[in-house]
């Protein structure tokens, strides 16, 4: 007899099976079938600012490739006629006819008021641009001779489209130059900066005990002391007499050096919390091995934030070679790079009566800005539990 209380239950015998108005679309299918990368790329993609900034990096990297080609002049080419020389102003139209690209020669004269020279244009001077044009002969990377340059002055005119410094070196010309070095700097610092902070970050985070004491003690030791007047010590204990290239991957080691304690805070505390997860335990149960039990298990957990520090870490690298530079304590000419462009901005005198000399500085901006928004969309991509 049946208990009245009882609810019966009852069970299918039936094979599960999707019916015939569950079957998956093509775009379902693809969305269940794609890796966490092709997700993540997904993701990405829909973050427009983060496109755009990354594709802005991207050709100024690859131009850094090629900045001879690109440059109207060689990086010490000198035009003692034009010295402070304005931008030219790229034109179209001559007296309402279409002429294509040129500039307008200049004349100028000497200001004996304000002790400079005043340049004109001089609309009789019509001086076409010239591309894929030979010009100033060149080493590619110091290896490859060359002349063959993306635009080009027309015969016996000058192209300034950014204007000469006080040796009357096109600007233009400088700036791509110099963004080889800045650009590039960033990237070797911030190699030694996660390698030190990943891995004495991971060491301090997983094994704890003594290690993470003695750990955690330098990175307070280095965190105290105050940042910018340590780069300047130590970019001071530099040889003057030393090689620039020398020079030049000292000042990357010291950036480097002196940006790991952050990173490896943020790792050990990541550590601290992700060790404790049954696949942690788990995987060393099965003999892993501490190095693989990091790589693989812990530091994939956190990538998102790995990858924002990195984003962030490259442009404060290029600021800090670009500060250091400026101050006359980095990079020194013969190198040239952004800061040390700036270095010839200094008096406030030369800014206002020539303030193209400021333009590193919109290109130091636009850098950095591309980097963090390019940050901020591979955060949100590699955040699994971030929605857009």
């Known amino acids: 007899m049946s208990d009245p209380d009882r609810l019966d239950h009852y069970v299918s015998t039936d094979p599960f099976a999707p019916q015939d108005d569950q079957v998956l679309t093509p775009a379902q299918e693809r969305l269940y079938a794609a890796s966490q990368w092709t997700m993540m790329w997904w993701r990405f993609r829909r973050h427009r600012l983060a496109v755009v900034s990354g594709i802005v990096l991207l050709l100024m990297y690859a131009g850094i490739l090629v900045a001879e080609f690109l440059a109207p002049y060689d990086l010490h080419s000198r035009n003692v006629d034009f010295i402070h020389a304005p931008p030219q102003q790229v034109r179209l139209f001559h007296e309402g006819r279409f002429v294509g690209p040129f500039v307008y020669g200049l004349d100028y004269r000497l200001d004996m008021t304000n002790l400079k020279r005043e340049y004109t244009p001089d609309p009789d001077k019509v001086q076409p641009i010239r591309f894929f044009c030979r010009g100033d002969r060149y080493r590619m990377w110091g290896l490859i001779p060359g002349d063959l340059h993306l635009i080009c002055a027309a015969d016996g005119g000058t192209l ?23 650009l590039t700097v960033g990237l070797l610092g911030i190699a030694i900066s996660f390698l030190l902070g990943i891995t004495l970050g991971g060491i301090s985070g997983y094994f704890g005990g003594w290690v993470d004491n003695l750990i955690q003690r330098i990175i307070e030791i280095m965190r105290s002391l105050p940042e910018l007047p340590l780069w300047m010590a130590l970019s001071a204990a530099v040889p003057i007499n030393w090689d620039p290239v020398a020079v030049y ?15 490896a805070r943020a790792v050990r505390s990541k550590l601290l919390a992700l060790k404790e997860e049954d696949y942690c335990a788990a995987a060393e149960m099965m003999g892993a091995t501490p190095a693989r039990v990091i790589g693989h298990h812990l530091l994939p957990n956190f990538m998102s934030h790995l990858i924002a520090s990195l984003t962030l870490s490259i442009p404060t690298m290029i600021l ?6 400026f101050l006359g304590l980095g990079l020194r000419p013969p190198v040239t790079s952004w800061g040390v462009l700036l270095s010839e901005a200094q008096n406030i005198e030369a800014v206002v009566l020539y303030p193209w000399l400021m333009t590193p500085v919109f290109a130091v901006i636009v850098t950095v800005l591309a980097f963090n928004f390019l940050g901020d969309g591979l955060r949100d991509a590699a955040d699994p539990y971030h929605q857009r």
């Open 160 to 182: 300034f489209l950014l204007g000469t410094d006080r040796l009357g070196r096109d600007m233009l010309s400088r700036l791509i130059h110099g963004a080889r070095v800045s």
């Open 249 to 263: 991957f000292c000042i990357t080691v010291i950036l480097g050096l002196l940006d790991w304690p952050g990173l």
């Open 320 to 325: 800090g070679e670009t500060a250091l530079s």
